[in-house]
């Protein structure tokens, strides 16, 4: 339905901060597989750049169990910046991110919230 978004794609930053081995232990090989379908199009959208953020190093074991099932185009896309924000910040106008990610934007999604409310039915 977002036809501009699908096509110019979009920037994902996650802040991973709060992953560790309880996470990696629940993870077996059908959910990797689907992580890496659903990044290399198996959903209709595009995902320009990822930015990983505060990452711990067990996160890197799941990326590298990831890393072999995604193409070179999306593996080229991640970004790791660790606990450096001002390297997202290079590659991120911070302008567009919420202060706890040293930005100045403010964090609304009220009307995300409430286009995805009217296509409840929908789904």
Same mark, same amino acid.
């Given at each position: =339905? &977002?036809?501009?978004? $699908?096509?110019?794609?979009?920037?994902?930053?996650?802040?991973?901060?709060? *992953?560790?081995?309880?996470? @990696? =232990?629940?993870?077996? #090989? +059908? $959910?990797? =597989?689907?992580?890496?379908?659903?990044?290399?199009?198996? *959903? %209709?959208?595009?995902?320009?750049?990822?930015?990983? @953020?505060?990452? %711990?190093?067990? /996160?890197?074991?799941? *990326?590298?169990? @990831?890393? %072999?099932? #995604?193409? +070179? =185009?999306?593996?080229?896309? @991640?970004? /790791?910046?660790?606990?450096? !924000?001002?390297?997202?910040?290079q590659e991120?106008? %911070?302008? !567009?991110?919420?202060?706890? !990610?040293?930005?100045?934007? &403010?964090?609304?999604?009220?009307?995300?919230?409430?286009?995805?409310?009217?296509?409840?039915?929908?789904?």
């Amino acid at each position: =339905r &977002e036809v501009k978004t $699908q096509i110019a794609g979009v920037t994902v930053v996650s802040d991973v901060s709060g *992953f560790g081995f309880k996470h @990696i =232990r629940v993870i077996g #090989l +059908d $959910q990797i =597989r689907c992580i890496a379908a659903f990044m290399t199009g198996s *959903f %209709p959208l595009w995902f320009n750049k990822i930015h990983v @953020i505060n990452h %711990p190093r067990l /996160f890197n074991v799941l *990326f590298n169990m @990831i890393k %072999p099932f #995604l193409n +070179d =185009r999306v593996r080229d896309n @991640i970004v /790791f910046h660790g606990n450096d !924000l001002s390297s997202l910040h290079q590659e991120v106008c %911070p302008e !567009l991110l919420p202060g706890d !990610l040293g930005g100045s934007g &403010e964090l609304d999604n009220t009307a995300v919230v409430a286009a995805a409310k009217k296509m409840d039915n929908h789904f």
